[in-house]
């Protein structure tokens, strides 16, 4: 997908073969910038720039890239479908809450998506057809309900039809979505062909459209169907808990245990309810898994019965007997490892953290969070004792107004959410300097920390910026509170 | 408190204490399992059964409203589970604690196991988790609003498993005063923590803090009010040397140290 070589802030293209002539298929942000477009020809292309940076497409590598991607993708939802030639479908339906929202779990996509090196456009939408549109035309990144009238402006293009049809909508002047809906419904399959009415009911959510989960590799799987749709909630605990105990049974036989369980209930229309729990080390013991599952039952929603039923165990991983009996000196921990399974499927596993100390004087930089059931490895460092520090940070610092004798005096009084506080002791000043080794700009900075009690005994770490502003004044801000 | 009571009246209220314990442990929580955690200072220990605050229930605090109340009343939670053995579950929403700061309160950051939950609700969920898993002494919880229901669960959860809860109110973000400290909630005590200046005399340096600490309500029936001098490393509390009885000489020496 991206050859080796070339610059990234020089225009570059991707040409294929169309009989004859050589057609651009892609190209990146700097082309585009200078007017070259995909199906525009090379010679075309050239004329613009002559010395425009050319690869040779190559779809299949092209196709396996995209199933890696779609693979990596799997550790944000259970069910992930490639949608060929540039698309992965990420169903966030029941699992955004583990990122802390759909805000968040688009963020965490597009940093896996950045550190992979690649430049993508992601929209999260009721549907799988208005999803695509969003992200391939359109600004809105975050659509959670919409109304069927919300994708009018988007061009005709946007309902994945082919472009047969797409030119032949166009060349009739209808070019948005609004305009398809205008034209009267019965006259649409006649004219058009019966694609666009699919296309466009699927975008609005008029008619399902089951997507085609990936399967994850080395993933052990067990699916049941029923003759009689179910649909009550007991039913369908039996139905989880019989999965889970087959599974694990399977696991078992090989000598495995799995970190990610992916429940998928499929309903009568063809729509997908799915459940995902994850366990901080490899497990497959039925208990345990089917309480995780537990929590998660009631967003289950059978609509009309549920036909099948599918239970996933990935992230398989060597478990020999020995390390799932509890034994004594080991049975806190894992006790403790079952909690922050509990704990890590209510509020997602980056919520639940220990803490280790980091050698260095910024406040910022001073804790880390650590996986909560490592094993303490190497020695951790200490926690400073050697100047206090407040029980509450504020990230970042809140600015202060400041009142002092003299500019490099501790603070006389100072004004924090609008009520003025008279400082009755300082203590201080602590100097904390940049890490210039962390950051280029922190070279020429300090903060000058002191520590102050107000009239009421309230505590307040104020520090002074070392780096005076144009009219030969200090900023001050509030870092943290003490007890 | 009882011992200014008349001798036959004393005797009596006592034994009707006794009574009542013996019928509280008799809902779950075996009699052995039953145990204190002392302050180490008489005063802060004589409104308790034996002297010491109860375990394996729940107890509030909270401060007066203010960012600074809530980190009064946190550090003096977090005093009271550096005190007990084993990991610390704590729980709040938002930006928690600063573990820097703990070491000075006698809780070390090694032992704290920290969740972040997205809402009151999350946290009282995880607070109860916590609690009815049995391998945590103590779990510790910023909760904004928390009703009689809600406490009684926990409570139920702490009864169970012995493990203890602490919970500290965390003033609602609007700034509007927490009505929650006026609802009725289930816990063994309820505690008020508020910043006071600390001493006069030392205006060169700031002394050890001072907290104006109040036990408005106490499942025991005792209520007080004193100032304190904040947790020490190994998490105990003082009473303010010129302030508690002791000889000159030690007085002297605290004054020193202070000065420090």
Redesign the interface.
Known sequence: MKPAGVAPDKPFVIVGQEGQKQVIVAVNRHAQHEGIKPGMPLTHARAVVPHVAVAPAQPAEDAKALTRLATACLRFSPLVSVSAPDSVWIDATGVAHLF?GEQQMLTRIERLLRRSGLTARVAIAPTPGAAWAWSHYGRARIILSHTTDDLDPLPITALRLSSDVAHGLWRVGIKSIGALKALPRTTIPVRFGKDVLRRLDQAVGRAAESIDAILPPRARRRDLSFAEPISTAEDIRRVAASLVNGLCVDLETQQEGACKFDLVFTRIDGSTQAMRIGTARGSRDPRHILRLFGEHFDTIDPGFGIETAELTAWRVTALFPTQTAAEGGDQ?NH??A???D??AN??GAQ???????VATHI?ER??R?ID?IAAPTEA?GA???AW????????PPEPVEVTALMPDYPPAQFSWRGRMRKV????GPERIFGEWWQRAGEATESRDYF???D?????YWLFRDGRMTADRNYRWYLH???? | MGMELPGKKAVLLQDLRRQLRAWDRAGGTPAGKHTVLPFGVPALDAPWPDNGLPLGTLHEAAGDN???G???A???M?SIAGRLKG?VLWCGRG?L?????????GLD??R???????NDK?VL??VE??LR????ACVVGEIERLDLTSSRRLILACEKSGATALVVRKPPRDGTANRGVVTAIAAASRWRV?????SPH??A??GR???QLDLLRSHYGTTGSWIVE?PDAQGYLHLPALLADRSPAETDEARRRRAG
């Open positions: 802390g806190a006790d403790l079952v909690l922050v509990v704990l209510r509020t919520n639940v953290y220990r803490v280790e100390p406040p001073a804790v969070n909560p951790p926690w400073p004792t206090p520090r407040p029980l509450h940070l504020f990230a009755r002791i300082a203590d520590r102050v009690e009239e009421n005994g309230e505590r943290g509170l003490f007890p | 203010g960012p600074a809530f980190v009064a946190s550090a003096f977090a990991t930006n604690l600063y573990p820097p700061a703990l070491a000075a309160l950051p090694a704290l196991l920290m969740v972040r939950a997205r999350d969920a995880v988790e916590g898993h049995g391998a945590l508020r910043a006071a200046p600390s030392v205006i340096s700031a803090p001072r907290w904040a």
